[in-house]
């Protein structure tokens, strides 16, 4: 199975409105990862928390993990026409990064 | 500065042929990782190449194998190719180690016929 699950699987919502996505995992990890995914091509990186941080923000963009309850979540402000893709989270086993199922983000103009 | 480049682009197999992929790093990245991304499937990680040695390896069959050259390039080599391999295959490079995002290539779509 799966060490990191994303929910919602899908979101819908409107330009300008905040988006936030979940992710749960199984084990330790090193950090947490948010990759974006446009229309099946390569992944972009977003943003990288680690295990001994909280919170982290990065533009439009704020990560929170909370390692005791093994959560990450991503909250999109403002969200554009632009941000539709699908968003992964990855956790860092040390020897390898594993992806979440991903949300898929359609934001409407 | 040149990203992860992926070749070729899309490959047409026929079940039972060798397929071979190739990825160059980003410069100054040592570590190469190969991930397939099947329908419905999501991720899933296949090989870690670092300095030319393999770190780890996912759950999938030994026809799946590849290596990393010394300009730290990477081979992906699936052989005695199958119909549920048809995917996109997706490598990606960072600085040594797995505490770094990675920077991904635009992928490999395989399809087995």
């Known amino acids: 199975s799966q060490q990191g699950e994303e929910d919602p699987q899908a979101l819908s919502i409107q330009e300008g409105e905040n988006a936030t996505m979940n992710c749960s995992y199984k084990t330790s990890i090193n950090n947490l990862q948010w990759y974006r995914q446009n229309s099946g091509r390569g992944l972009v990186h977003l943003i990288l928390i680690r295990s001994n941080e909280r919170e982290k923000h990065s533009g439009r963009l704020r990560v929170t993990l909370d390692t005791s309850k093994k959560s990450s979540s991503l909250l999109i402000t403002a969200s554009r026409a632009a941000d539709t893709a699908s968003y992964f989270c990855a956790t860092d086993l040390t020897d390898k990064l594993i992806f979440g199922t991903g949300t898929r983000l359609q934001v409407f103009p | 500065e040149a990203g992860v480049t992926q070749s070729p682009t899309h490959l047409i197999k026929t079940r039972g042929q060798q397929a071979t992929l190739r990825c160059s790093p980003i410069s100054g990245h040592t570590s190469v990782y190969w991930y397939q991304q099947a329908l419905g499937l999501g991720l899933q990680f296949l090989l870690w190449?670092?300095?030319?040695?393999?770190?780890n390896r996912g759950n999938f069959p030994p026809r799946f194998s590849g290596r990393q050259f010394p300009n730290y390039s990477s081979e992906l080599n699936v052989n005695a190719l199958e119909l549920e391999d048809s995917a996109l295959y997706l490598c990606?490079?960072?600085?040594?180690?797995?505490?770094?995002?990675?920077?991904f290539g635009s992928g490999t779509r395989l399809t087995v016929v």
């Open positions: 990606a490079s960072s600085v040594s180690g797995t505490g770094y995002g990675y920077t």
């Open positions: 190449y670092d300095e030319g040695e393999e770190r």
